[in-house]
């Protein structure tokens, strides 16, 4: 499931899609490409605690994915409002 960090609906969906305020664990992947259909050179895993609301960010090449890694963070927060 690709999301453009940008599109509003599509983080509306993945919301619904797969249900995350009932969730207890989120993994998703992250890569260091900033558009869909890009190319990317490098994944991490972002870890998300949904009833504390807290993020790992799990990277072998840090800081890499950072700040893809904050991006995607601040967008789960606002569909889980935590």
């Known amino acids: 499931f690709q999301v ?5 609906d599509e983080w509306s ?3 619904n899609t797969f249900d ?3 969730r207890t664990w ?3 992947p992250v890569n260091d490409c900033n558009m869909l259909g890009g190319n990317s050179s490098h ?3 972002l870890v998300y605690h949904v009833p504390s609301g807290t993020y790992y960010h799990y990277d072998s090449n840090q800081p890499t994915n950072q700040i893809s890694a904050e991006k995607t963070a601040a967008r789960l927060s606002l ?4």
Do not use: A, F, M, R
């Open 43 to 45: 994944w991490s895993l």
């Open 26 to 28: 989120v993994l998703v």
């Open 79 to 82: 569909l889980t409002g935590k």
């Open 4 to 8: 453009d960090e940008d599109d509003e």
């Open 13 to 15: 969906d993945l919301s």
């Open 20 to 22: 995350i305020k009932n």
